[in-house]
């Protein structure tokens, strides 16, 4: 960070901006009364003791401090950091993306400090489609004058502590990978987090254990009896954000091992897959510890929880590690593969530290890198390519087979040895469909005698057209080789109105007992607004929430954000002129219906009779219910109805169907591959 180090070295004024979700945020459970006092959380520590190294006598300060909050925790006078904190509560790598497009760059920063990942995870926001999003976001920063340090994310032991901190590495290695291709500098939160002292003889029954209970003492002791193991205590983000400034300023400390590892993908059906490790004692001294494997992605378990090994100086070891699959299907593609590789990951405890160890292990024998992406307006077929890499060093031959609504489409298989084929479906969409449809893509590939199965998920559906009365379809129906069109008990259905004034979305339920007062029914209504010729690109879009009563009159809109509308839009919008009603019809059918003028789609060319204009739309409508427990009225996905559902997050653009602004829709459909 040359342009950094150079005004810290000369103290000028330098102007930092934080992108994160609620960790970054410095949210704390339970009410604490400093939650979200943002100058307390790990990267103004980081900031404090640059400021500390570098002799800014005013410290840190916000410039944009919450209601309550003071600019700074110890006033004093002299050169100083200021700090902007777009951090939120349950962010992920979209909203990023939101508000980069919106005023983040209000004041020009020297520096962007960026965090993402638990949610992500969480969420299933792929690595793909973070890495992308991640990559433009760091970009983004780039062009406006920042260097940026990219963070993977703090380690987490809520629930299954094997899991949890497992499911987070694939997208801090993610963010390495981005943060190298931009040659920006990348923190790993994850390992200062579990890195520790060692234990005099670890064994094998007590080492993961014994390196979690580090990790929760360091960062997550909070009071019981409902402790918080994600987000760190004031404690926590004190140690955090010294261990940053200390590898900011003097490098990340050496790792005692290497590691290198192959991936064997299991075959059609299997349940178990191994990777065959090596590790390499990198050290002038014998070491002697536990190999931690965590779990692989959400699907594959370590069979054997830890490996006790001793090595001497510069000696190798290799270790076969089992997983098994805990699910009914092993190949449900949640294995993260990007680009043949896959991040294995792993808690090692020897006599002289803890560390988090993460190996991107080759997929062998072969891989399968899908496409990643939306298409809209598709007439009669839709075509995309997949690479099969051959990460052998052998050539491989055999065949392939890949099917989807019915359709197979097969043909021989020639790679060379660490090389890749370029293998290009067409499928044509589905005539047998009404509205829309999510299955499995199925692609099969053999090769010597074996069977290896891998597989997306494509969801296909109809472009909308205004005045068309759609049923939409409850969520936990609508599962992959499952065409929608409500759950048998009454119809939850939607309409589209467009004029020159405003577009009118309309929700009507048939024969749906409603829970009684305000609250029973949320509207979720997510739009990109953006011109038509940007629909195909991803992006952000945000949702017009409303809450309606049982009985007619006003509803409650939620606040909106700045880009609700897609990015681009960064006007702050009057709320007063978007209108939510509960009514009812002469024949007893409840209507919930939002209102949003026309003025507030200003980036778009609105031809309200031409099939090329139009707008990414779902719509998600929730009943609510009472909990038998509690008694309790609750939102569940039980009673959660879409227009579309691909899985994918919500705010993320390549999840939506289309509404064409005509009274007559084209024909034309929308294809999600992910």
């Known amino acids: 960070m040359p342009n950094l180090l150079a005004k810290l070295e000369q103290r000028a004024p330098i102007h930092v901006l934080v992108l994160g979700d609620s960790v970054s945020n410095f949210y704390l459970p339970g009410g604490a009364e400093d939650s979200e006092l943002f100058l307390k959380a790990y990267h103004s520590e980081f900031l404090r003791r640059l400021a500390d190294r570098f002799y800014y006598t005013g410290g840190v300060r916000n410039i944009k401090p919450r209601k309550g909050n003071p600019e700074n925790l110890f006033p004093s006078v002299g050169p100083e950091i200021t700090v902007h904190n777009l951090a939120r509560n349950g962010a992920v790598i979209l909203q990023a993306l939101q508000w980069l497009t919106t005023d983040g760059f209000d004041n020009p920063p020297d520096l962007a400090i960026i965090n993402f990942g638990i949610n992500d995870a969480t969420f299933n926001l792929g690595t793909v489609r973070y890495s992308q999003i991640l990559n433009r976001c760091v970009q983004l920063c780039k062009g406006a004058g920042a260097e940026v340090l990219v963070l993977g994310c703090n380690a987490v032991s809520s629930s299954d502590p094997r899991w949890t901190i497992g499911a987070t590495r694939p997208y801090a290695m993610a963010a390495k990978r981005v943060a190298e291709a931009n040659g920006s500098m990348f923190l790993d939160l994850g390992d200062a987090s579990v890195r520790g002292p060692g234990q005099k003889a670890p064994k094998r029954d007590g080492a993961f254990s014994s390196a979690v209970r580090t990790l929760e003492t360091k960062l997550f002791t909070h009071n019981p009896p409902d402790p918080d193991k994600i987000h760190p205590t004031a404690r926590g983000h004190r140690l955090l954000g010294r261990a940053m400034a200390d590898e900011f300023l003097n490098g990340v400390p050496e790792r005692g091992y290497d590691m290198s590892a192959i991936f064997q993908y299991p075959e059609k059906n299997e349940t178990q897959a191994n990777l065959s490790l090596r590790l390499a004692n990198r050290s002038d001294k014998e070491r002697s510890g536990v190999l931690c494997p965590l779990t692989l992605g959400k699907s594959w378990r370590p069979a054997e929880q830890d490996l006790a090994f001793t090595l001497a100086p510069g000696a190798t070891l290799d270790i076969k590690v089992p997983y098994n699959a805990v699910v009914d299907d092993p190949l449900d593609g949640r294995i993260s593969v990007f680009h043949g590789i896959i991040t294995t990951s792993f808690i090692v405890v020897d006599q002289v530290e803890q560390r988090l160890y993460d190996v991107e292990s080759v997929c062998y024998p072969v891989s399968v890198d899908w496409p990643v992406r939306g298409m809209i307006e598709v007439r009669d077929q839709f075509s995309f390519t997949s690479t099969v890499r051959n990460n052998t060093r052998a050539n491989i031959s055999g065949r392939y087979r890949a099917e989807w609504h019915g359709q197979v489409q097969e043909g021989d298989l020639l790679v060379g040895a660490n090389e890749k084929q370029a293998l290009t479906f067409t499928f044509k969409v589905p005539e047998d469909v009404d509205y829309r449809v999510k299955e499995s893509l199925n692609l099969e590939v053999t090769t010597a005698g074996k069977l ?131 009514s009812t019809r002469s024949d007893g059918v409840q209507r919930f219906s939002i209102e949003i003028p026309r003025a507030y789609f200003y980036l778009h060319e609105w031809l309200t009779s031409s099939t090329e204009s139009n707008l990414g739309v779902n719509l998600v409508v929730t009943l609510q219910t009472i909990d038998p427990e509690t008694g309790k009225p609750v939102f569940l996905q039980e009673q959660s109805f879409a227009l579309v559902d691909s899985g994918v997050h919500r705010d993320d653009t390549d999840g939506l169907g289309t509404l064409e602004l005509v009274d007559r829709a084209s024909g034309r459909w929308t294809i999600r591959i992910h």
């Open 452 to 582: 290896y199965r891998f597989h997306s998920l494509v969801e296909a559906s109809r472009a909308f057209s205004l005045n068309q009365r759609i049923p939409l379809v409850r969520r936990t129906d609508y599962l992959p080789d499952a065409a929608g069109g409500g759950d048998g008990t009454g119809t939850v259905t939607a309409e589209f109105q467009a004029t020159d004034r405003s577009l009118l979305v309309m929700v009507e339920l048939k024969d749906k007992p409603l829970v009684r007062g305000p609250g029973a029914v949320r509207v979720d209504f997510t739009l990109d607004a953006r011109p038509s010729t940007l629909r195909d690109e991803p992006g952000y879009a945000g949702t017009v929430s409303a809450t309606y009563s049982s009985s007619d009159g006003p509803a409650d809109v939620k606040k909106l954000v700045q880009a609700a509308f897609g990015e681009g839009y960064d006007r702050k919008l009057d709320m007063a002129y978007i209108k939510a009603f509960t």
